[in-house]
């Protein structure tokens, strides 16, 4: 499990957690803030193709979440010294474009999107935190939680495609695209954030590291799919 | 400061306060409920008209916060074993008409609307309370604070009313607006809502009792104003 980071340091990252002063764990909240506030107004925006009120109720208590979590992201870097603006700046872009090749045209996809997006980000975060030092994982885990929410969807999803095929067949190719655009915009981030990246080969190994975590990604995002009958 | 209600029950409001189970109540955590939600839509559109990130953060934690208000409400409705949705259902009409009445044009006018319109709900809605049993009245304190929220328009508003004479003139017809709205929405529900209008009249004495809150309310409001440099 012994692993060589870009940085020359040899170690065991289930005994020797990279430290909280490693200069990506600054990118790393910054890029989850970013995230937060996306995903909120993302969220809010959606919302309006809900057909009922209740699920408008339901997108607005995830919405919120979202904002709570920002705060605490907010929070963390400015323990850092770090202003959450300043440093979100870098990760605009990326994270828009996510949001613009993904823009739900029903209720469903949008619905499928909320559920598959969360899961991604967990995935991949709850992996990095996992070679983090507790103080900095706890924020990264905290900000993870409360996905809880997005759980409303199985439900309705699953009732939409049991009774339609030509559903069942679009939201899969929507399901899939999701996970290519998550997987293409944080290629992009990393080929502009040094610090970040060093940090994610650090906490993942090596590149073969990434790719394995790429494929766990996939693995557990085909789950999720199946979940919803799709 | 004897006071007869519609209900025929003569009592001081200052050592008297309204029973929780005034089927008024209901109402009255109803209304504010599908307040919370209207306006957290409301908010995370007008966001779209802020020119900065900044101004985006600080409207979706507003947004937020009207949220942890909504699930305030609908906990306190189903102690008293009514369900949210049901009970907001006859409010929908009045709010949906009020935002629509008063649909920003500009991020200026916006944030306009948040300042004014916290103001008019929790000079309304804290007169209200003032009248009510200490368990309901906590309720209602609660949702209505966290106001400061709102705080950060001041500032900018004041900024641009000092610099444009016209800016000024149409924002002071706008926070006219905002208020002949609401009030006109207010009456609207409580021709409504016999409960609803009973808890209102038993909290401020009679109908010259709403006569004199209005008036008050028009106080505040230009102070208000004034504060905005308006």
Known sequence: MGAQSTLGVSFDPATSPIAADHPGVTDLFAVLAYGEISAFYRLAEEAKLSPTLRGKVAVAKMASAEMDHFKTLEAALAE???????????????????HASTDPSTWLESMVKFY???????????????ALSPEVATVVHDVLAET?????????????????????DRLTL?????????ITQAQYVM????????????AT?????IAAL?????????????VLGI
């Open 148 to 168: 809880s929410h997005s759980e409303f969807v199985v439900e309705e999803v699953r009732r939409a495609v049991s009774t339609s095929r030509s559903e069942r």
């Open 80 to 98: 850092r010294g770090v202003e959450v603006f300043d440093a979100m700046a870098p990760f605009v872009r990326a994270l828009d474009a996510y």
């Open 191 to 202: 080929a502009q954030r040094d610090e970040l990246t060093d940090l994610v080969l650090t």
């Open 174 to 182: 929507w399901g899939r695209r999701l996970l290519g655009e998550a």
């Open 205 to 209: 190994g090596d590149l073969n590291g």
């Open 116 to 130: 598959v997006g969360d899961g991604i980000a967990a995935d991949f975060y709850g992996e990095i935190a996992g």
């Open 214 to 226: 790429f494929e766990r990604m996939q693995t557990s995002h085909a789950e999720r799919m199946a």
